[in-house]
């Protein structure tokens, strides 16, 4: 299938994509949802079946990760399947990887080989844990490096043991950083002509989504706990129940919660002995849940909505998955795209949430089915139907 390039952002780039499970496909989709020519280095079907290494093609989950690439199968563990990996990296403009540190170099597929014969190259890799280091060449995987990281600590009900959050955040953030790197190197590139390796980990990917609370520890060694639905700092700010459910409200700083005092009517509160300052209300932050929460249960959650945003103070539903999408507010966000895949028939996958106006993104095609490009890809590097046949037998592609 011809490249169709999802936007006219980075459509004069090339990706080599040899990621696998999740942290390294979420930075390969930042770049082919921007219009990069992707091409996904895919193992023959007989040397790795489907869903042997993450989901399985025809799931959700995969479908919404690979959008908007080609697929060329190639055996690299053989020499002419190296030959040809060698060549398309000669053409590309970068090459994105997430297994253990040393296995690029194992295979011959590292940085400095690659840099050999393409000074322009990028290269970007994705670990668990870092290229060096004592825990360099163990696997990663999100859940580990959300306990390592800290975040589990910091999440769930106090009393209840560490708990992880519900999406893999740490796989995600390395993903999405990595992109970043390979965008930045891609700008200075501009400048300089020369390309670089850039790397990051699950690991310091979640020490960095820490923000303020590894701040709290490196500026004042103060040792965050869990808060479970409260706000940490920023008191009153957590879920409250309401009449019919749950809503969140937050009242972040002394304007705010003096809108929101006037809007529950208690006023009173501005004077309270324990409740007067920021300060008082954190020591107190219990015996003032409990007395919002009297209140709150005593009207429905729109209605609660309604008061509070007319009073200017932050609050929200707290939604299951299928009424988050059936949000008007989402709706009009336009956060899914419909497409046309050959197995699966129209799905509808997750748009980018950062709009470009000139030069919007897309899903323009489907996740590719193993290999559709194989052959268009070869021809491009003159490799002749003959050679094309023998290799296919031969599962070198």
């Not at 980075?10 to 930075?27: E, H, N, Q």
């Not at 979640?206 to 060694?221: G, K, S, Y």
């Not at 015996?287 to 609660?304: G, M, Q």
């Amino acid at each position: 299938m011809p490249y169709q390039p999802a936007s006219a952002v980075l459509d004069k780039v090339r990706v080599l994509d040899l990621t696998r499970v999740r942290s390294g496909p979420t930075a390969v989709r930042q770049l082919a949802d921007w219009g990069a020519d992707v091409i996904r280095i895919e193992q023959p079907e007989a040397l790795e079946p489907d869903g042997s290494l993450g989901a399985a093609r025809h799931t959700a989950d995969f479908q919404n990760l690979q959008r908007n690439k080609r697929s060329i199968t190639l055996n690299l563990k053989t020499e002419e399947g190296m030959a040809i990996f060698r060549k398309l990296a000669d053409t590309a403009d970068v090459v994105v990887e997430n297994f253990r540190p040393d296995v690029k170099e194992r295979l011959g597929i590292d940085y400095d080989t690659l840099a050999k014969t393409n000074e322009r190259l990028i290269y970007a890799s994705i670990s668990g844990f870092g290229q060096s280091g004592p825990y360099a060449k163990r696997p990663g995987f999100d859940q580990v490096a959300q306990g390592m990281g800290g975040l589990m600590s910091i999440t769930g009900v106090p009393g209840d043991g560490p708990m992880r959050v519900g999406i893999p955040i740490a796989d995600l953030c390395a993903g999405h950083f990595c992109a970043q790197g390979i965008l930045l190197a891609l700008y200075e590139r501009e400048q300089s002509g020369k390309g670089q390796w850039l790397h990051t980990s699950l690991l310091q990917a979640m020490i960095a989504m820490l923000d303020f609370q590894a701040a709290r520890w490196t500026v004042n060694e103060q040792v965050p706990a869990q808060a479970g639905n409260n706000h940490p700092t920023s008191i009153p700010t957590g879920v409250f129940e309401t009449k019919d459910g749950h809503i969140n409200i937050a009242v972040a700083g002394e304007a705010t919660w003096q809108r929101f005092c006037k809007s529950v009517n208690k006023e009173q509160w501005l004077d309270h002995s324990h409740f007067k300052d920021a300060k008082l209300r954190s020591e107190h932050r219990d015996e003032l849940n409990a007395l919002i929460n009297e209140i709150t249960t005593t009207r429905t959650s729109e209605d609660w909505i309604e008061i509070f945003g007319e009073a200017g103070v932050p609050s929200g539903p707290i939604y299951t998955i299928d009424k988050t999408f059936n949000d008007p507010q989402v709706k009009h966000l336009d956060m899914c795209s419909t497409v046309s895949t050959p197995v699966m028939g129209d799905i509808s996958l997750i748009n980018q949430p950062v709009i470009l106006e000139r030069t919007p993104s897309s899903i323009k095609v489907a996740p590719p089915e193993r290999g559709n490009a194989t052959e268009e890809i070869l021809n491009e590097l003159g490799v002749e139907q003959d050679q094309f046949d023998r290799m296919r037998e031969e599962h070198i592609i």
